[in-house]
């Protein structure tokens, strides 16, 4: 359901992004803004349909000096000076006047004024010409009318900056049909960067969860990686939350840093994801190099610059990643397939962003439409391992289950070895003592009857005993109400020659008795395997008078041996498959044991020294 609901916010979002980017009309403006520590001024006059032949000018003075106020401007005209295409705005001492010359075939109707980044505490616009002024997602307006011949042409404001790192001030002129056009497109853009970013924030969301669930590093760096990059497209889109005061507001340094981070932990993404050590050492030599490189520019670009940014060395370096991704598809790695394929949509978008190609025929930076793209694929990547990964668990699982069923094939046949013996031992006597009976004449009708019925007792006894074991091992799917101490008995009569032979006392203490409802024999296996872990301790530690105590109490059960106990650094490994204390063990029965009781029978098995050993104990 995530993978589908992140698939269909891809494909909205970037159907929408893709939509033509139509021009606004009937628009003069001046915008001045920051460029890598320059401050660009761009003017820009549309006049293709009702500002056609129509051409606003802008003007700038600069001066400290303080005698020059709005009631006066207009006596120093001639020091305005055509807006420079270079101009720093930051200056404390100087200030600013824009001129703007509507010119002399500028129509009649209303129009809108439109500022941001700076206040006009003064304007020669006649109060009679106002007709509204108000603030729309950061953006001061004020519409006004406009009389040919009997208003004035040329209109003067006194310029406040406001001190942002990075400024973007402009003044707009348009009119009314313009700008509700331009409020609609950036409400649409906005809709679309919503969902974009949403996207994002939920395909990073999803895979951290990814990671405390699974404990897979991959996950965390997607997760990290994504979150940067939700950071940068944030940043792009000049919708701030924060004060212009702010570190994070239009601060060079915290683009730097930000944009440096989502490539690092692209990189731990890419050698966790495509276990490059393993399968691609000279390549993963080559991305630690990378890592290095980029923490060594996060460190500088906090004090000067980022040199990887700023001569555009970035995007190249991560040509490297796409060679590591097509080198594991190659490898027949087929998570990789994805990964390549978001890896190369997110590269070609960056170098179009870089460029500034693509902006006339989408309706958003393309760099937004890549990260989104990207994140759906990635996630396709991380899903598809998990899938191998799961895979490859289930068939581990299938190897641990026939190999505790090789291991309790030994025990049974030990087991019946044991059985077996003493009728064997018997039989045999009978045999001898036929053949001296027959060699003394004294094989009569009588004594043969007798040794006769004696041996069809022992063959009888070894066949119930392979009915005993045959039973042990059948598999029941239902569950059944049953006696723990009748299910206990009959594990013991399978095993209680094998304790006579190794001496071991066995004990069974019953405080209370009721019937329960659940697998039984799968409880005999689960009390097989822990009475054959006891009795091999026992042995292994040549216990001096080795002892089994087993207690049943209401819905419990619990097997205590006195062979000296686990240490106490091993005691929660215990249950771990594959590990054992025994030398020659498989260590698979304790691990298949907890398997059987917790998923199988929803129960629980727990493990505890004593003082003189070690305690199992299953509560149903």
Same mark, same amino acid.
């Given at each position: ?189 906005? +809709? *679309?960067?919503?969902?974009? &970013?949403?996207?994002?924030?939920? @395909?990073? %969301? =999803?895979? /951290? ?98 040199? +990887? *940014?700023?001569?555009?060395? &970035?995007?190249?370096?991560?040509? @490297?990643? %796409? =060679?590591? /991704? ?69 068939e581990q699982k299938e190897l641990l289950v026939h190999q505790s069923k090789l291991a309790c094939m030994g025990e049974m046949i030990g087991n019946i070895a044991h059985q077996w013996r003493q009728p064997l ?11 001296? @009976? ?162 199988n029978m929803q129960s629980k098995l727990t493990v505890n020294n004593t003082p003189y050993g070690v305690i199992f104990t299953l509560r149903f």
């Amino acid at each position: 359901m995530k993978k589908l609901i992140l698939l269909t916010i891809t494909i909205v979002s970037t159907f929408l992004s893709l939509l033509p980017a139509n021009e606004l009309k009937d628009f003069a403006m001046v915008s001045i803004y920051e460029d890598r520590g320059k401050t660009i001024v761009y003017e820009s006059n549309n006049s293709e349909s009702f500002f056609k032949d129509i051409n606003v000018s802008f003007a700038l003075l600069k001066s400290n000096d303080t005698a020059i106020q709005i009631s006066n401007i207009k006596t120093h005209d001639t020091q305005f000076n055509p807006v420079p295409k270079e101009e720093k705005f930051q200056d404390s001492n100087t200030t600013y006047w824009l001129k703007v010359d509507l010119g002399s075939t500028f129509p009649s109707g209303r129009f809108v004024y439109s500022y941001g980044d700076a206040d006009f505490t003064d304007h020669t616009i006649l109060p009679s010409q106002q007709l509204e002024k108000f603030v729309l997602d950061g953006m001061q307006s004020m519409k006004f009318t406009y009389t040919q011949r009997l208003d004035p042409q040329v209109y003067y404001f006194k310029l406040v900056p406001k001190h942002y790192r990075i400024p973007f001030r402009f003044v707009y002129v348009s009119t009314p049909e313009t700008f509700y056009a331009y409020l609609a497109k950036d409400s649409h853009i906005q +809709l *679309i960067l919503g969902l974009i &970013l949403g996207l994002i924030i939920m @395909a990073g %969301i =999803y895979n /951290g969860a990814m990671y405390y669930y699974n404990k897979d590093v991959s996950f965390l760096y997607y997760a990290l990686m994504q979150l940067f990059m939700n950071l940068i497209l944030y940043n792009f889109s000049g919708v701030f939350l924060w004060d212009e005061e702010s570190f994070f507001c239009r601060n060079i340094h915290y683009e730097y840093v930000i944009s440096l981070l989502a490539s690092l932990f692209a990189i731990l993404f890419t050698l966790s994801f495509l276990e490059l050590k393993k399968h691609m050492p000279k390549l993963y030599t080559l991305t630690h190099y990378l890592a290095f490189v980029i923490v060594a520019d996060i460190v500088v670009s906090l004090f000067y610059k980022s040199l +990887l *940014i700023e001569y555009y060395l &970035l995007p190249f370096m991560m040509l @490297a990643l %796409i =060679y590591a /991704g097509y080198k594991r598809v190659r490898q027949s790695y087929k998570p990789a397939r994805f990964y390549l394929a978001g890896w190369i949509v997110l590269t070609i978008a960056v170098f179009l962003n870089i460029f500034g190609v693509g902006y006339e025929y989408t309706i958003i930076d393309p760099l937004y439409i890549g990260a989104a793209v990207e994140a759906i694929l990635f996630s396709l990547a991380l899903s598809y391992k998990m899938r191998m990964v799961a895979k490859a668990k289930e068939e581990q699982k299938e190897l641990l289950v026939h190999q505790s069923k090789l291991a309790c094939m030994g025990e049974m046949i030990g087991n019946i070895a044991h059985q077996w013996r003493q009728p064997l031992t018997y039989l045999g006597y009978t045999m001898m003592n036929l053949k001296e @009976a027959q060699k003394h004449g004294e094989l009569d009708e009588a004594y043969l009857s007798k040794k006769v019925a004696d041996a069809t007792t022992q063959i009888d006894f070894m066949s119930q005993t392979i009915d005993d074991f045959k039973d042990f091992y059948a598999p029941h799917k239902e569950k059944e109400d049953f006696s723990l101490v009748q299910a206990t008995h009959e594990t013991l009569e399978i095993m209680k020659n094998t304790f006579t032979h190794s001496d071991i006392e066995v004990k069974l203490v019953v405080i209370e008795d009721k019937p329960i409802y659940n697998y039984k024999n799968e409880y005999k296996q689960v009390l097989l395997n822990l009475l054959s872990n006891a009795k091999d301790a026992l042995i292994e530690r040549e216990t001096v008078h080795p002892k089994v105590t087993i207690t049943i109490n209401t819905n419990s059960v619990s097997i205590e041996d006195n062979a000296g106990g686990i240490k106490k650094e091993l005691l929660h490994r215990i249950f771990e498959p594959y590990f054992t204390t025994k030398e020659g063990n498989t260590g698979i029965g304790l691990y298949m044991s907890k398997m059987i009781v917790e998923r199988n029978m929803q129960s629980k098995l727990t493990v505890n020294n004593t003082p003189y050993g070690v305690i199992f104990t299953l509560r149903f």
